[in-house]
């Protein structure tokens, strides 16, 4: 996967995929996790590519906003949207134009968003943590070190990966609703596909 230029290669990524390239089911994890979220929550999905986990949200009742730097997968997401009935609140926008609220979100969806290397990373959960308000919920998944092994998926550079210590010094103070480390067979798309090593948490922002 190129980094050098993200919008580009993410653009053609999708274009060129047959379908959705990650499918057009929500995410295990965020599915799993789901039930944390109280009725009509404001949920911001971080780089939601085409759409299958802010559209799930949006049909559980939430008021869903999303973003993503790549135009088509923001288009396949208004479409994936219109096909399921849903309203999805969704614009072509990096990590970093996206206007962060103040500690407003009742949630944040951060599903395989692991782009960011780790300075950004670290501005990216700053950010994260500023939106929520206090008690609100951060549901994230991404791919640990064993990653680099299986090559189902994930950006292939280890410091961009994840493990329970990094979320946990992240997101330091926060009360862990569920974690898990595991090793896994994941089917969503061609874009993930195969054995890999997941790292997945709930953590919900001190009240
Ligand atoms: C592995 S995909 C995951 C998409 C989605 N979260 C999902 O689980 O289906 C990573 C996504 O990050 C987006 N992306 C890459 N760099 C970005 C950036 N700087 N700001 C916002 N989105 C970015 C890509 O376009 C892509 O949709």
Not at 34 to 39: K, S
Not at 168 to 178: H, I, K, P, Q
Request: proline residues 4%; charged residues 25%; hydrophobic residues 45%.
């Amino acid at each position: 996967m190129s980094f050098a230029n993200p919008k580009e290669t993410w653009d053609a990524r999708y274009r060129n995929a047959d379908g959705y390239l990650f499918g057009s089911a929500p995410n295990a994890w965020l599915v799993e996790s789901a039930g944390y979220l109280p009725a009509g929550s404001k949920v911001f999905c971080v780089a939601d590519g085409e759409g299958r986990n802010s559209t799930y949200l949006a049909g559980l009742g939430h008021d869903v906003h999303a973003a993503d730097i790549s135009p088509v997968a923001i288009d396949k997401l208004v479409g994936l949207a219109a096909e399921r009935g849903v309203r999805v609140q969704a614009r072509v926008a990096t990590i970093e134009e996206w206007d962060w609220p103040d500690a407003s979100l009742d949630a944040v969806v951060a599903i395989f968003i692991q782009f960011a290397a780790p300075a950004a990373r670290e501005r990216l959960f700053t950010d994260i943590a500023r939106s929520l308000r206090p008690g609100g919920t951060l549901i994230i998944e991404g791919y640990g070190i064993r990653q680099l092994r299986y090559k189902t998926g994930g950006p292939g550079k280890a410091e961009n990966l994840y493990d329970q210590a990094l979320l946990a010094t992240s997101f330091e103070g926060w009360d862990v609703l569920a974690a898990r480390d595991v090793d896994t067979d994941v089917s969503e798309g061609a874009g993930h596909h195969g054995r890999s090593h997941l790292v997945s948490a709930v953590l919900r922002k001190p009240a």
